[in-house]
């Protein structure tokens, strides 16, 4: 991107018109996420900065909005909820969508397009179809509003990404390595585990965050098919914002952020493990 | 090595290798599908079954012949075209329905369900379900029941009740496409103050395509850069990309509404450097403005991915040699550059796109009465006005419109391509 020696004024400015342009778009990116810090810590119950704060008087700065998420009994309930369904939605969709990955990527699997269509559609349709959906046979089976009903909900939406990720792994899996194993004397099952598992790790756990995630920032099909006992944070943060805005909702999106900003660490570890396995170094 | 036995090759058992080798290969075809076998019971049962079964709700009218299982039989015998009103044996039935249904406390659930085609239609039921306990058929059900309510005489009312008895009905449909039948079975368009859905439709189309355009234009130049310097460098700035792409949709939201609310950030720094008065702070919020800047906000990272993956690919020879050649830096961009993202750019406009048309809760936060979509109607039919026939005939649209989009996507990018992250 190092501008040429022989570039002309006009190429120089442009140059640095483009930079500028860039800078300023990558500032609308990031700006938004960064103002919630120091917003969670306003002593004033609004959504905005107060002069003492902007003066950096330290009685303008407090903590009670943490100290009000962690001892709240909504925002408590919430947490344990988004937990507990995010954990069991990302065992169901993990487990069945490796199996479902390991079947759609052997190469003579009969009518493979339609059916990974058809298994990825949760993706595909919006939410909201999806949770209208949802929330007419769940009331008709007796789910809706239960905590099973949200979890089934949840892992239903997070196959296609389990699917996805581990197809992916897949394709750059060497058939000829289980046959190798075949050919020493190993069971199938345990070539599984020897020989297949270690190779598809990372696909399956990276699937298992996407799952994880998927359920734990979801929040439309929460608000449809659960009601206030399966409230999860998502559901707690939407209902704050419409009846009464305070900045509790600030700092639980700190809390949101620093844990997006854990996962993304770990993807990218994740992802350079991956490639000095396969002998890629990044440069 | 002529006789004809060894003409059949066969395995050591005996068995003919073709068949031993068709047998192999169904038995590993068993296996794939087994495998698959579990998921795709799974989502058929928790994702694929509900999705069918709102399809169904959005022309189901069942609840005509379970409420009304006399009436839906004898009015079979009366034509929508005549004068008169239904035989004796029609209000007989009337009655006798009327009757059971006021007992279990059902009827005005079908009272409801007329009242979205005729409005009044509620009241009469609830008020014919008081008295009917009392009533005394003593030779004509049919004054009888006119003694009730006038509107049981009026012609009107029958020909709704015969054009809404069957088992289906295109009626939810019709008042989502903001038309009506008349009472002599032909449709027209409801009265311009009623119109409702297609300007919806359409706003959601348009904002759509406005959020689509202004992710291409932010995100092209930072996906260009991206794809330009050093792989170190453009790990670190993708950072900026990946960060709200992980950050939960309700944190960004939320950010927005602090952001732009008449006493939030932007309009205090506005006013703080004196652009705009203190008394006429800029509206941004509970409007279009609103859903525009915070749904371009959220969904510029599934614009700037694909596009950055398809300029990773391009050479910059290509455009170098087109320079060497006497192309002015516009040209080259224009005629050899730009035409290789062609394919970025439409995987990621029909991406955010798809995304943006069927948005719910951005707008629901940010979007006041003029910036909602078609989904936070949807939303309001189910859970607020209770209409479902309504939801679900809305909802079926969206997903018509969404599955064709997909296909177009499916013919860009291919769907076995689609990458995460």
Same mark, same amino acid.
């Not at chain 1, 339609?114 to 298994?119: A, F």
């Not at chain 1, 004397?185 to 799952?211: D, E, K, Q, R, Y």
């Not at chain 2, 939960?248 to 732009?260: H, N, P, Q």
């Not at chain 2, 008449?262 to 006013?271: R, T």
């Given at each position: ?15 640095y ?18 103002i919630?810090l ?12 107060t002069?003492?704060?902007l003066?950096l ?10 100290e ?15 937990f ?8 169901? @969709?993990?487990?069945?969508? =490796? ?5 759609? &990527?052997?190469p003579d699997?009969p009518?493979?397009t !339609? $059916? /990974?269509?058809?298994?990825i ?8 179809i999806?949770?209208?959906?949802m ?47 075949a ?30 995630i998927?359920?734990?920032?979801e929040?439309?099909?929460?608000l449809?098919?659960? @009601?206030?006992?399966?409230? =999860? ?5 939407? &209902?704050?914002i ?5 900045? !509790? $909702? /600030? ?11 854990a996962?993304?660490v ?7 493990r ?10 | ?24 290969l169904?038995?590993r ?5 087994l495998?698959?076998?579990?998921l795709?019971l ?13 399809l169904?709700?959005s022309v189901?009218?069942s609840i005509?012949?379970?409420?009304f ?6 009015i079979?015998?009366?034509?929508l ?5 239904p ?6 039935a ?20 007329l ?54 009905s295109s009626?939810y449909?019709l008042?989502a496409?903001d ?9 027209s368009m ?5 119109r409702v859905y ?11 395509f406005?959020i ?24 670190m700035?993708?950072?900026l990309?990946l960060?709200?792409?992980w950050t ?13 609310q ?10 703080g ?8 702070r800029?509206?941004?919020?509970h409007?279009?403005t ?43 961009f ?8 062609v ?11 798809i995304l943006?048309?069927g ?11 003029k910036?909602?979509l078609i ?11 209770l ?10 649209i ?9 296909i177009?996507?499916d013919?860009?990018?291919g ?7």
């Open positions: 991107m190092a501008l040429p020696i022989h570039a002309t004024l006009t190429e120089r400015i442009w140059h018109c483009f930079l500028t342009i860039c800078a300023l778009i990558f500032a609308f990116l990031i700006f938004p996420i960064l919630i120091p917003l969670s810590f306003n002593a004033q119950p609004f959504f905005s900065f002069s003492e704060m003066h008087q330290p009685d303008a700065f407090t903590t009670k909005w943490y009000e998420f962690l001892t709240s009994r909504n925002w408590q309930g919430a947490v344990k909820n988004s507990i369904i995010a954990f069991f939605s990302t065992i169901i @969709s993990t487990f069945l969508g =490796t199996l479902a990955a390991l079947g759609l &990527s052997r699997f009518f493979k !339609t $059916i /990974m269509g058809l298994l559609s949760p993706m595909v349709v919006p939410l909201i999806s949770a209208a959906g929330f007419f046979f769940y009331s008709r089976v007796g789910l809706q509003g239960t905590h099973i009903g949200v979890i089934l909900a949840h892992a239903a939406l997070a196959t296609p990404f389990v699917v996805i990720t581990v197809t992916a792994t897949l394709t750059g899996f060497d058939h000829s390595l289980t046959r190798a194993a050919s020493l004397g190993s069971s199938p099952t345990h070539t599984f585990f020897h020989v297949t598992v270690p190779l598809i790790i990372p696909g399956v756990i990276s699937g298992g965050l996407f799952a994880f998927t359920s734990f920032d929040v439309v099909v929460v449809f098919v659960g @009601s206030y006992n399966q409230r =999860t944070i998502p559901w707690q943060m939407f &209902s704050g419409r009846e009464q805005i305070s900045p !509790t $909702i /600030m700092a639980v999106a700190t809390i949101l952020i620093m844990i997006s900003v996962l993304l770990f993807l990218e570890l994740m992802r350079r991956t490639e000095r396995l396969r002998g890629i170094t990044p440069h | 090595m002529a006789n004809a036995e060894a003409e059949v090759i066969t395995t050591a058992d005996g068995v003919p290798l073709k068949e031993s080798l068709k047998k192999a169904w038995q075809k068993k296996t794939a599908l495998l698959v076998a579990p795709f799974f989502v058929l049962i928790t994702f694929l079954i509900p999705i069918f079964d709102m169904i709700r189901d009218n005509a012949g379970e409420q299982p006399g009436v839906v039989v004898e079979r015998n009366w034509d075209d005549s004068t008169e009103l035989n004796e044996a029609t209000f007989q009337l009655v006798d329905d009327f009757k059971v249904g006021a007992k279990e406390k059902t009827i005005s659930r079908l009272g409801r369900r009242n979205y085609e005729q409005s009044g239609m509620s009241g009469l039921f609830r008020k014919t379900a008081r008295k009917i306990k009392k009533l005394e058929v003593t030779e004509s059900p049919m004054a009888a029941m006119i003694a009730i309510d006038k509107k049981w005489g009026n012609i009107d009312t029958w020909r709704l009740i015969k054009r809404e008895s069957g088992k289906y009626s449909y008042a496409f038309a009506e039948k008349n009472s002599d079975g032909s449709f409801k009265s311009e103050d009623r297609v300007s919806l439709f359409w706003r959601t189309i348009r904002l759509s406005t689509t355009f202004l992710t291409i234009i932010l995100g092209y130049p930072i996906a260009y850069l991206l794809s330009t310097v050093k792989t170190k460098t453009s790990n700035l993708i950072i990309v960060l709200p792409f939960s949709l309700l944190v960004r939201t939320s950010s927005w509404i602090a952001l732009l008449k006493e939030g950030v932007i309009n205090d720094i506005l006013v450097i004196g652009l705009i008065g203190d008394d006429n800029l509206a941004m919020i409007n279009e609103g859903t525009i800047i915070a749904m371009t906000h959220i969904l510029l990272p599934f614009m700037v991915l694909p596009l950055f993956s398809v300029m990773k690919t391009i050479p910059p020879s290509w455009v170098r040699a087109a320079r060497s050649m006497g192309a002015t830096p516009f040209t080259a224009v005629r050899v550059y730009l035409p290789n993202t394919a970025g750019i439409g995987a990621g406009g029909i991406l955010v796109f943006a048309i948005y719910y809760i951005t707008p629901a936060l940010v979007g006041g009465t910036g909602t989904s936070n109607f949807i939303a309001y039919h189910i859970s607020t006005s209409n479902w026939g309504l939801a679900a005939a809305l909802g079926t969206l997903l018509l419109l969404v599955l064709a989009l997909y177009l996507y013919k860009v990018v769907i076995n391509n689609m990458k995460l992250g």
